[in-house]
Structure formats: C-alpha cells, structure tokens
C-alpha cells in the first residue's frame, strides 16, 4: 500500500504553521513561526496585526516544511488545512494558500476543524490511540468536553457557557499584569503559591451537567484584587495565581471525569493549550490513577496551536473520502 503524505497548514489565530505527516500519524516535520512577540505588546492578538503576518510568513513557513523533510510537492498526496473557527482574515491566508496549491499541483484539498484537530494532536503521541474515548479540549478560544465515537464522529456533551479557560487565564494574568499569553506565566507562579489561600468558585461543579463556566472565576478575582486595593493591602500574586488555577483545574477535572465514567469509557486524552497546564495534568493523571481511567495528553509543542495536529485530522477525513473544493470558504465559528 502506498503512503499517504499530507501536507498540512494552519493559521486560524497567531501561529503560522505547516507540518508534513506520513500516514496520519508520523510527523515528517512541524514548523511553528509564532506570532506572539508581535502581539506581546497588545496585550493580545489584534486579528488585523495577524493576517499580515500570515502573508509574510506562510510561503516560507512552507518551503521550509518541504526542505525539512526532504520531499518536493511531488511527493503530497493531499492537502490539508484548517477552514475555521477562527479569525476570518487569518484563517482566509492559510485558506487561500492551501487552495492555490491544491489547484497547481492537482492534488486533493481536505478542509479541517481546528478544534478537530486539536484533539487529533493525541493520535500523532499515542500510536495505539483509538475512539471510542472521551476528550477534553481546552484551549484559548474553546473548553468543550467531547465523547469521541469514532474518527470524525463527535457527540459535544458539554461546553463553556462564557469564557474559554484559556481566555481566563489571559484575562486573570492580564489583570494582575503578568503579560501575554497569560496561561503558561499563571502555571509558573502558581507553582510558588498556595492553592488554598483564595477559596475562588467553582462554578458549574454542582450542576448535573458537563457545561463549564469561567467568567464567575474571572470575575471574583477581579473583585479580590479590587477589595485588597481600596483595603491597601499586599496581593501575593503567587497565591492569586494558585487559587485561580485551582479553582478552574477543580471543575475540568471533575466534569471530565464523570462525563468519562457516566459513558462507560475507560481513557480521557487531553487538548489544546490549557493542557500545556502543568496543574492539569498532575490532577488529572491523580484523579485518573484513583478512578483506574487511562490519561492521555500531547507533548506541550502539540497542546498549542500546530499544523500537525491538523494534519492528523486531515488524514481521516482525506481517508474517509472527504474532498473539498475550491468553494470552501473560511467559516470563523465553526462547529465541531
Ligand atoms: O490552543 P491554543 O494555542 O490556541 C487556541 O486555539 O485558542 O491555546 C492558547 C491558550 C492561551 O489562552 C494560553 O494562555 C493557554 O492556551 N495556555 C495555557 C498554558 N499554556 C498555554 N494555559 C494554562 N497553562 C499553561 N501552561
Ligand atoms: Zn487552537
């Protein structure tokens, strides 16, 4: 049987990328050009800021896959990219590019979910990874719990009602001036404060449901760091990061875990930049361990925003017969 060979790109927010995989599962090379120096001083990402910057960079993101691995064009059997959700003019420089390769080389063009490939990026570490399984997907723009019933069938069984929890550790750590993206600075000094200090909510815990909520979360930190402000009194900002961590560890952890025993399924992988969170996994492999559930999670260069990630989800897709064509439009709040 021949190899498949995809050649996968990805540009939804601020990471431009390009990754080449053999049969689905092997990644012949990942290149990752981030954005994030660039949008540091914003404070966040300024969409307009994003799409020049994918211009500047996607053709040599590319070249650079392709002289990595060693392949010329020849050498791809299909296309893959990510359609959506994300910033419609990021996300339409990816598009674009994929779209006039797949027209020149004449090869199969395959559009991808982001969030699809998000929790695809567990298939590239665990080789004998297979659905049915439950997921959790975290990351800036989403928190969706998800039972995998098999490759490319999704029942969404819970999501966040407001914030993504991402986007509260960025909001959390842009409040306490911490800088951008605030997740992985909020994991460092958590690490030197105490869990318990701040007894922040944890909203949703209660409710016999899988939805999750972060803005309450958000919120009620802001509030402390107003109350010790006109109080004058000292913010360990440490200890600020660790009660809010917790709080939101707290509440994954446990829904993902009842969604996973609820549903009769005995491994949960994790996804998307929040599972970079070193909190995460400590709780979650705890509790896992205790319940006798299989944990499974991505290298933290896959967690975050990759084009192989997408090329795994395009390899199913691509051999489950999907083809797109040269009409596939940018979809900025697509669903999974
Ligand atoms: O998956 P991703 O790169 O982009 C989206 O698709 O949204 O996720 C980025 C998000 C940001 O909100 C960032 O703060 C968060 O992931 N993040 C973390 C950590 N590393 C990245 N959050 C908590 N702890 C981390 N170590
Ligand atoms: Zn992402």
Known sequence: KEDIITLAIESSCDETACAILKNGREVLTNIISTQIETHKKFGGVVPEVASRKHIENIDIVVQEALDESGLGFDDITHIAVTYGPGLVGALLVGLSYAKSLAFTLNKDLVGVNHIEGHLSANYIEHKDLKPPFITLIVSGGHTHLVEVKDYGVYEILGKTKDDASGEAFDKVARALGLGYPGGPIVDQMAKKGNPEAIDFPRACLHENDYDFSFSGIKSSVLNYLNSMKMKKKEVVVE???????????????????????????????????????????????ELCKKEGLDLKYPPMILCTDNAAMIGAAGYYRYINGRRDGMDLNAVPNLKI
Do not use: H, P, W
């Not at 996973?260 to 929040?274: A, E, Q, R």
């Open 239 to 285: 200890d600020v990061c660790a009660s809010f961590q917790a709080a939101v560890v707290d509440v994954l952890t446990q829904k993902a875990i009842k969604a996973c025993k609820d549903k009769g399924y005995k491994t949960i992988t994790l996804s998307g930049g929040v599972a970079a969170n070193s909190a995460l996994r400590e709780k979650m492999s």
